[in-house]
């Protein structure tokens, strides 16, 4: 059973301000939760509250049990009432904030992505995804980056939110804090072209807005401006690529040198 107040809790962490005044988050759908419950000890992310379906409990009852967690079984229409989907899944667990979440970098060896007011949800939380398939230090996000804790980012990230650091910060002063070695590179149209360029196996891959792409001060700090062709010259074709498909390809030519 559910009270009024749960509902209302669970209902207030879509907004930004209620999940840093109770630094609690929302992570909703089987797959997400199932990773949730079953990370190592050690991890820094702890459930104060899951509301499962009994079918889902008796499924995953093991891991559960195992996890010492606060368990509140809840009907298939209950949990529709806590849901902030269209269409709600069996789990919904409530998850304290971790209280650092800045990346530890050995600069020697690290790549990280750092992110320029990149606003939509479902980018970060597919920026989150990739920095995980690809083995990431973390990300170092604007404070005018949609936060990495909504439910929409949460949900997009598909379970990596728990496995890779993303820390909001004041952009500028972070990377004027990098050493003077570590690379920086920034998504530029006037870059040189990807493939031709000189990578590192570490660095910060400066990416931008969806709209505006990076801001031109930020531009400034970067030691190589990269460029993904198009191979479409002089034909039709998209004007630009979505900035988390723009992240893939150069993560994966990272990653293929």
Not at 180 to 203: C, K, V, W
Not at 212 to 226: P, V
Request: charge should be negative; proline fraction near 5%; aromatic fraction near 8%.
């Amino acid at each position: 059973m559910i009270s009024k107040g749960q509902i209302q809790l669970v209902k207030s962490l879509e907004r930004k301000k209620e999940r840093d005044e109770t630094g609690l988050f929302i992570a909703e759908g089987d797959k997400i939760v199932s990773e949730l419950i079953s990370l190592p000890s050690e991890s820094s992310f702890r459930v104060k509250t899951l509301f499962a379906t009994t079918g889902w409990l008796n499924d995953h009852m093991i891991e559960a049990t195992n996890s010492h967690l606060e368990i509140t079984e809840v009907t298939p229409d209950e949990l529709s009432r806590l849901s902030l989907q269209k269409t709600p899944n069996q789990a919904l667990a409530l998850i304290y904030k971790p209280l650092d979440t800045k990346p530890l970098i050995d600069f020697e060896n690290d790549l990280i992505l750092g992110l320029d007011q990149v606003q939509d949800p479902g980018n970060v939380g597919t920026l989150i995804r990739l920095a995980d398939w690809f083995g990431l230090a973390g990300i170092i996000a604007s404070l005018d980056t949609a936060d990495p804790f909504s439910p929409k980012v949460v949900q997009a990230s598909m379970g990596s939110v728990f496995r890779v650091r993303i820390h909001q910060t004041i952009l500028d002063s972070y990377l004027g804090s990098l050493p003077d070695e570590f690379p920086r590179y920034a998504t530029s149209l006037e870059g040189q072209r990807i493939y031709d360029a000189p990578l590192t196996r570490n660095g910060i891959i400066l990416l931008g807005n969806e709209s505006n792409g990076l801001k031109i001060r930020f531009k400034k700090y970067a030691h190589n401006n990269l460029l993904i062709p198009r191979f479409n010259e002089g034909g039709e074709s998209a004007e630009s690529l979505n900035v988390s498909i723009a992240a893939a390809i150069i993560c994966s030519e990272f990653r293929r040198r």
